[in-house]
């Protein structure tokens, strides 16, 4: 198995680039994107070995391994140029690819916030035919963007989730700086995760945020390292591609792919290589690893003349429930003394099937909570808190349950000093209306407790006491989206 990082702790690192050796390979120029959830290393050719989680309790835990990465190929002249990875050192396993490609603007930071934390970078990269300039982009959804869970051979409405909160979208815009015409022109990205143990070719259409990129090849697989997590691991683009594949990147267990060096001998990277994506849109192996690609062509490229293609990669992390299994934490751990920061506890008090609970945390300000608002997602609530954030929990399962659920939310009491913690409440939007469920809560331990008998978006908050006014911005609270399922 893959090595893992040490923690990291503190806020994303915002440099615009980096000097990183993995497994002792050395990329010299990467920039660093990310969020509150999840970030991104990136090469200049647009490649990643390097997607890490920021959960609390679980910063460092890897998304993916080897590979996040492009290739092209095409014509010319009535020669034809095979598929060419647009990075030349693949990592963890470590090989060299057919790679003929140079840098011509090394990776950089174009956008970053106050905090340092980057959002977006740029890169160029060049060979004797053509020019590829990349963009990259962290794009904030606010609601997730729906991911594929069925394959497209099965017919029917299918099945999707909705993804984190944040994407990455990335743009490779190809310009022929040759004197010839480019014929051919065929694109292929190439997804592997590190926890992937099966995936799926899904195109059906699905509601929310970006749902035009609904051509999707999501592998999923669980993380027995550390918890319970599922991940989901999604790579999608808005058009249609002439060819996919869902295969291996290497068997483990055969005596040569030991997912440390050296190519892995068969897999979905060597489909590409060979222009050879089967259109298998279902696998689920005896024996990870797995991975996905897709290609599109952009049928012929004129000299001077340029294209675009954009594709998006979108990441869930679910964490089991047996059936026999009452209680438990998701979104962060207890060290045995409750929630910590943003994780919710539970305890099924009835009945309840095997499943998967997805919960998400963030505090928002005004601005956010306004066009939350504006979606639909929520509506005006009927209370207000002290501060200028809202603590906000989305809570879904994809199993059955009877009887109530008991919830114990880990929140940030540094938001409620100087209040009472007899007036801290949890508000469930609920029948389109915000219910107060009241709650038995712990300034100490930053943990409040509630029984509820349906799951959705919860705002930890405090009820005012008489002649107190607390604004929050214009006035307007609001939690952010549930990670919903969404089935049909």
Do not use: C
């Not at 926890?195 to 899904?202: F, I, L, M, R």
């Amino acid at each position: 198995m893959k090595r893992r990082l040490p923690q990291r702790t503190g806020s994303l690192i915002g440099t615009g680039v980096l000097s990183l050796i993995f497994s002792g390979m050395a990329h010299a120029d990467t920039a660093r994107l990310g969020n509150a959830d999840w970030e991104i290393t990136l090469s200049n050719a647009g490649y990643s070995d390097a997607l890490f989680d920021q959960t609390p309790g679980y910063v460092g835990r890897e998304y993916l391994s080897g590979e996040w990465g492009a290739a092209v190929g095409y014509s010319k002249n009535g020669a034809t140029v095979k598929p060419t990875w647009l990075e030349r050192d693949f990592v963890f396993p470590d090989w060299t690819t057919n790679s003929n490609f140079s840098t011509m603007d090394a990776i950089h930071n174009t956008v970053s916030d106050a905090d340092g934390v980057v959002s977006s970078a740029a890169s160029t990269i060049a060979n004797s035919d053509m020019q590829i300039a990349q963009s990259f982009q962290v794009v904030d959804t606010l609601t997730g963007t729906p991911i594929g869970l069925a394959a497209a051979s099965a017919g029917g409405e299918g099945r999707s989730f909705m993804s984190n909160r944040y994407v990455l979208m990335q743009s490779y815009s190809i310009t022929n700086t040759s004197t010839d015409t480019l014929n051919n022109l065929q694109f292929f990205q190439l997804l592997h995760g590190m926890h992937s143990q099966a995936g799926v070719y899904d195109n059906r259409g699905y509601a929310g945020a970006y749902s035009d990129y609904r051509h999707d090849i999501t592998l999923h697989g669980n993380d027995n390292g550390v918890g319970r997590q599922v991940d989901y691991i999604s790579l999608s683009s808005s058009q249609a591609p002439t060819a996919f594949e869902i295969g291996h990147y290497g068997v483990e267990g055969n005596g040569i792919d030991d997912h440390s060096q050296g190519k892995p001998s068969v897999g979905t990277h060597i489909s590409v290589e060979q222009n050879a994506l089967n259109n298998n849109d279902e696998f689920a192996p005896e024996n990870p690893w797995v991975a996905g690609a897709e290609r599109w062509d952009m049928a012929s490229l004129a000299p001077g003349e340029t294209k675009t293609l954009t594709v998006m990669l979108s990441l869930l992390t679910g964490w089991r429930v047996d059936a026999d299994t009452n209680t438990g934490i998701v979104n962060g751990f207890s060290n045995n003394s409750g929630p910590s920061l943003g994780s919710v506890g539970y305890e099924f008090t009835g009945a309840h099937s095997a499943g998967q609970f997805f919960a998400r945390y963030d505090q928002e300000d005004a601005d956010i909570v306004q066009k939350l608002i504006a979606k639909g997602e929520i509506g005006a609530p009927t209370f207000s808190v002290p501060g200028d954030r809202l603590q906000l929990f989305g809570v879904d399962f994809d199993g059955e349950f009877t009887g109530l659920l008991k919830l114990t939310f880990g929140f940030d009491s540094s938001l409620f000093a100087g209040i009472d913690e007899s007036l801290l409440r949890v508000f469930q939007w609920k029948n389109n209306r915000w219910e107060n469920l009241g709650g038995t809560a712990s300034l100490d331990d930053g943990t409040i407790t509630i029984h509820t008998d349906s799951l959705s978006h919860f705002a930890v908050a405090a009820v005012p006491v008489p002649g107190a006014v607390w604004l929050f911005g214009s006035g307007l609270l609001g939690l952010g989206m549930l990670r919903k399922r969404q089935e049909a």
